[in-house]
């Protein structure tokens, strides 16, 4: 009698056995799982490669290099929380991972680069969450996202963090007693002139340093408001110390009569001062580090986790095959060749004003146009040049609103740029002031884009998106006008009086030329 339940029981364990897959199998579909949280990679592996790019040319985004390999450390330390794991596709994960094709769809077609990496790169957590898993996806989880700082953002700080260094600079110099002429960027002392340039801007202390920080914030602390602070200080720290490097090296080259950090020995100076101020920051915040949680002993669970089965695995890979792919192939629809010739009839303007010789040198720093109109006039009794650059098949180099883009040349321009205020005339218009070698410059600056003028990078890029979506044109111009400026620039009204004279007589002529060189709705079809 007593037989009986032992042998059923013993019967129930082995056909329960059998039903469960084999340990082989199970970690095959799990390699499999993982496998499939590359499939960004492979749908967008264009953006991949603009990224890595961009690491390649630019020093500033070199660490770029780095988030990879560490992300992969990250997530090989958390391998024996997720051998206790089983994957469990999350089909709700395809919603955002879907925003994020459409985000990445929307600025392919505005060329908004950065928003397209970021969509891409926010791509692989989303999809190993669908794969994965809450409860995989939560354990990789910051490894996952540390692969966002890989993305090469920052350009648009350049000019803001220069300004900083510049006023910083300026006023820690006054404090010492040190006379100094302040004009823009650039700064003159009794032993010598300096200007705050690119590179002296800090952007690449402030990548690093904010890099570092979050890797070290999550190594160090637990609670999530440590981490948070000690980011945000890593953040503020740079720029502070970015000013006082500035400082200090003026000092040094004003104390030795500029033969000392002048050069390129000012930026090593430089380096090992934020290698210095950062190896602090790190000191100090170990001292507040939490502790590491004691370690709980892995007991056996009464009833061992389920193997992935093989039909969600393959389910959840089709359907992310669909929710990946369809944007690049509507943007490869988009993007198709098509039949129009390089834009002309810019020459055509008809302007209400005799035309003149040049009167500057002076160039925008802009990507190569595909077609372009620069004209000289007279306004009563004022000059007023015209300079028009008209873009059409935008890539590369050669893109209407871009970062790289400026009233001036990132590098090399020698004129010194201040203003940029947007002043409502008979359009609104993006107001600069420019001073160099051969006198000053008074520049109005707005886009024209489906017909509309804009100064806003944004509603630009916005405009170009919804003319690209609706007629499959990426058709748009830069335009500029521009007048001298008396010697010292400092009384702007009757260059003003002239551009907005010009204005009133020819935007209407020259809205329409523009609308004659634009492509017809839907010629690319």
């Known amino acids: 009698m007593s037989a009986i339940p032992t042998t059923s029981n013993s019967a129930g364990a082995t056909l329960g056995t059998a039903r469960r897959a084999s340990p082989g199998a199970s970690s095959t579909l799990?390699?499999?799982?993982?496998?499939?949280?590359?499939?960004?990679?492979?749908?967008?592996?264009?953006t991949a490669v603009s990224i890595v790019e961009i690491w390649a040319r630019s020093e500033t985004f070199a660490h770029g290099y780095l988030?990879?390999?560490i992300s992969l450390w990250l997530a090989w330390q958390r391998r024996e929380r997720l051998r206790a794991l089983t994957p469990a596709p999350y089909w709700p994960a395809l919603l955002p991972l879907a925003g994020c094709g459409m985000v990445w769809l929307l600025a392919d077609l505005g060329e908004?680069?950065?928003?397209?990496?970021?969509?891409?790169?926010?791509?692989?957590?989303?999809?190993?969450?669908?794969?994965?898993?809450?409860?995989?996806?939560?354990?990789?989880?910051?490894?996952?996202?540390f692969l966002l700082l890989a993305v090469p953002v920052g350009d648009s700080l350049i000019e803001?963090?220069?300004?900083?260094?510049?006023?910083?600079?300026?006023?820690?110099?006054?404090?010492?007693?040190?006379?100094?002429?302040?004009?823009?960027?650039?700064?003159?002392?009794?032993?010598?002139?300096?200007?705050?340039?690119?590179?002296?801007?800090?952007?690449?202390y402030l990548i690093a340093s904010v890099t570092a920080?979050?890797?070290?914030?999550?190594?160090?602390?637990?609670?999530?408001?440590?981490r948070l602070l000690f980011v945000a200080v890593a953040a503020a720290v740079p720029i502070l110390a970015n000013g006082l490097r500035a400082y200090m090296i003026v000092m040094l080259g004003h104390l030795s009569d500029m033969t000392v950090a002048v050069g390129v020995d000012h930026l090593l100076y430089g380096w090992l001062f934020f290698g210095i101020v950062i190896f602090a920051l790190f000191l100090i915040g170990a001292r507040w580090r939490d502790r590491a949680p004691a370690a709980t002993p892995m007991v056996p669970a009464?009833?061992?986790?389920?193997?992935?089965?093989?039909?969600?695995?393959?389910?959840?890979?089709?359907?992310?095959?669909?929710?990946?792919?369809?944007?690049?192939?509507?943007?490869?629809?988009?993007?198709?060749?098509?039949?129009?010739?390089?834009?002309t009839g810019l020459d055509s303007f008809p302007a209400r004003a005799p035309l003149i010789p040049a009167f500057t040198?002076?160039?925008?720093?802009?990507?190569?146009?595909?077609?372009?109109?620069?004209?000289?006039?007279?306004?009563?009794?004022?000059?007023v040049g015209l300079s028009v650059l008209y873009y059409r098949h935008q890539s590369g180099a050669g893109k209407l609103i871009t970062s790289t883009n400026r009233v001036t040349p990132m590098v090399g321009s020698p004129w010194n740029l201040t203003g940029g205020a947007v002043r409502n005339e008979a359009l609104a218009v993006r107001e600069w002031t420019l001073h160099g070698a051969g006198g000053a410059l008074l520049v109005w600056q707005w886009y024209w884009i489906d017909g509309r003028a804009t100064t806003s990078d944004t509603?630009?890029?916005?405009l170009q998106i919804k003319q690209r979506v609706l007629t499959g044109s990426d058709d748009g111009a830069a335009v500029m006008l521009f007048a001298p400026l008396d010697d010292a620039g400092e009384h702007p009204e009757a260059a003003r009086a002239a551009l907005r004279a010009f204005l009133v007589d020819n935007l209407g002529a020259l809205d329409v030329t523009l609308a004659r060189v634009r492509a017809p709705t839907g010629a690319t079809r």
């Open 30 to 46: 799990a390699v499999w799982a993982l496998l499939l949280t590359l499939l960004p990679l492979a749908a967008y592996w264009s």
């Open 67 to 69: 988030i990879v390999p």
């Open 112 to 145: 908004v680069q950065v928003a397209r990496q970021y969509a891409f790169v926010a791509m692989f957590p989303l999809t190993a969450l669908a794969v994965l898993g809450p409860r995989m996806a939560r354990v990789l989880a910051f490894s996952l996202l």
């Open 160 to 204: 803001p963090l220069m300004t900083i260094t510049a006023n910083f600079t300026v006023a820690a110099l006054r404090l010492t007693g040190i006379p100094v002429l302040h004009e823009g960027n650039t700064f003159r002392l009794p032993s010598g002139s300096w200007s705050v340039v690119e590179a002296c801007s800090g952007l690449r």
């Open 213 to 226: 920080g979050v890797l070290y914030a999550y190594m160090t602390y637990t609670r999530w408001w440590k």
């Open 302 to 343: 009464s009833k061992p986790a389920a193997a992935p089965a093989p039909a969600r695995i393959g389910a959840i890979a089709l359907a992310l095959v669909v929710v990946l792919g369809v944007w690049p192939a509507y943007a490869g629809y988009l993007h198709r060749p098509g039949e129009l010739a390089p834009p």
């Open 361 to 383: 040198d002076w160039q925008p720093g802009f990507g190569a146009p595909a077609a372009s109109l620069r004209r000289y006039y007279a306004q009563s009794d004022r000059k």
């Open 459 to 462: 509603m630009g890029k916005l």
